[in-house]
C-alpha cells in the first residue's frame, strides 16, 4: 500500500467498497504479486470453496495435533518451506508430514513436494466430530484464562433481555461482523502484512446466571 502511495486502510476500504476500478485493480495485482483471480475473490468478498473433513481426517487430526498445527499453518501461508522454518523443522520432518497430509487427501503432492490444495483452503470441523471436541475443551481452557487486559486484548460481556425476533438479528449480525473479520485477516495474509496470531471468540445462547435461576 505505501509503494502504491495510499494507505493500508485505503486498500481495504477499495475492496470493502467494492469500487476497484480495472486500472487500479491490475495494478494491486501485479504489485503484490497476486492472482487475479484470489485478488477477485477478495474484491468481491467470496468464500472460497470450505472443505468439511471427512471422518478418518478428523478422527486422524483429533490425536495428531502436531499434523493439524502443520496443516493449519500450510493452509494460512501456502508454502510448506515457511512451515518448516516457523516450527523448526528440518526438510525430512517437512516431508514426513506432506506425505501424511496427502495420504489423508487433505492436499496433492507434486513432483518435487509442490502442494496443491484440491478442495479450497478453507477447512471446518465434523459437527459432532472428535477434533471439534478436542478443540473446543482445549480452547475453552486456554483462550479463556486471560485478565483480557493488556492494549491488544478486548473482553465484553452482555446479558440483555430480547425478543426472539431481535434474538434472530443479533444472529445475523454477529456472522455478518465475522464475515467482515476474515475478510480482513484474508486481505492481510494475501498483502503479507499479517504478523500476529489472533483468537476471536463470538458466542450467544439463551442464558442466565445460576444464581438467578434460583428465583425463577
Given at each position: 500500500a505505501r509503494e502504491l502511495a495510499v494507505s493500508e486502510v485505503t486498500v481495504k476500504r477499495w475492496f470493502s467498497a467494492k469500487n476497484l476500478t480495472l486500472e487500479r485493480f491490475i495494478e494491486i495485482a501485479d504489485h503484490f504479486d497476486i492472482g487475479i483471480g484470489e485478488l477477485d475473490r477478495l474484491s468481491e468478498n467470496k468464500s472460497s470453496a470450505v472443505h468439511e473433513y471427512s471422518q478418518a481426517q478428523d478422527e486422524y487430526l483429533s490425536t495428531n495435533l502436531d499434523c493439524l498445527?502443520?496443516?493449519?499453518?500450510?493452509?494460512?501461508?501456502?508454502?510448506?518451506?515457511?512451515?518448516?522454518?516457523?516450527?523448526?523443522?528440518?526438510?525430512?520432518?517437512?516431508?514426513?508430514?506432506?506425505?501424511?497430509?496427502?495420504?489423508?487427501?487433505?492436499?496433492?503432492?507434486?513432483?518435487?513436494?509442490?502442494?496443491?490444495?484440491?478442495?479450497?483452503r478453507e477447512v471446518q470441523w465434523r459437527k459432532n466430530g472428535p477434533l471439534r471436541e478436542t478443540l473446543l475443551s482445549k480452547a475453552k481452557e486456554e483462550f479463556l484464562n486471560s485478565d483480557f487486559d493488556a492494549t491488544n486484548q478486548l473482553f465484553e460481556f452482555v446479558l440483555?433481555?430480547?425478543?426472539?425476533?431481535?434474538g434472530k438479528k443479533i444472529d445475523l449480525q454477529l456472522k455478518d461482523c465475522l464475515k467482515q473479520i476474515?475478510?480482513?485477516?484474508?486481505?492481510?495474509?494475501?498483502?503479507?502484512?499479517a504478523n500476529e496470531s489472533t483468537g476471536i471468540l463470538i458466542a450467544?445462547?439463551?442464558?442466565?446466571?445460576?444464581?438467578?435461576?434460583?428465583?425463577g
Amino acid at each position: 500500500a505505501r509503494e502504491l502511495a495510499v494507505s493500508e486502510v485505503t486498500v481495504k476500504r477499495w475492496f470493502s467498497a467494492k469500487n476497484l476500478t480495472l486500472e487500479r485493480f491490475i495494478e494491486i495485482a501485479d504489485h503484490f504479486d497476486i492472482g487475479i483471480g484470489e485478488l477477485d475473490r477478495l474484491s468481491e468478498n467470496k468464500s472460497s470453496a470450505v472443505h468439511e473433513y471427512s471422518q478418518a481426517q478428523d478422527e486422524y487430526l483429533s490425536t495428531n495435533l502436531d499434523c493439524l498445527v502443520f496443516f493449519d499453518l500450510l493452509i494460512r501461508s501456502g508454502s510448506p518451506s515457511k512451515v518448516a522454518r516457523q516450527l523448526n523443522l528440518s526438510q525430512v520432518e517437512t516431508q514426513k508430514f506432506l506425505r501424511k497430509l496427502d495420504k489423508l487427501d487433505l492436499i496433492q503432492l507434486g513432483p518435487n513436494y509442490r502442494v496443491k490444495f484440491h478442495r479450497g483452503r478453507e477447512v471446518q470441523w465434523r459437527k459432532n466430530g472428535p477434533l471439534r471436541e478436542t478443540l473446543l475443551s482445549k480452547a475453552k481452557e486456554e483462550f479463556l484464562n486471560s485478565d483480557f487486559d493488556a492494549t491488544n486484548q478486548l473482553f465484553e460481556f452482555v446479558l440483555l433481555d430480547v425478543s426472539s425476533e431481535t434474538g434472530k438479528k443479533i444472529d445475523l449480525q454477529l456472522k455478518d461482523c465475522l464475515k467482515q473479520i476474515k475478510t480482513e485477516a484474508e486481505l492481510d495474509n494475501v498483502l503479507k502484512n499479517a504478523n500476529e496470531s489472533t483468537g476471536i471468540l463470538i458466542a450467544k445462547r439463551p442464558w442466565n446466571f445460576s444464581a438467578l435461576t434460583r428465583f425463577g
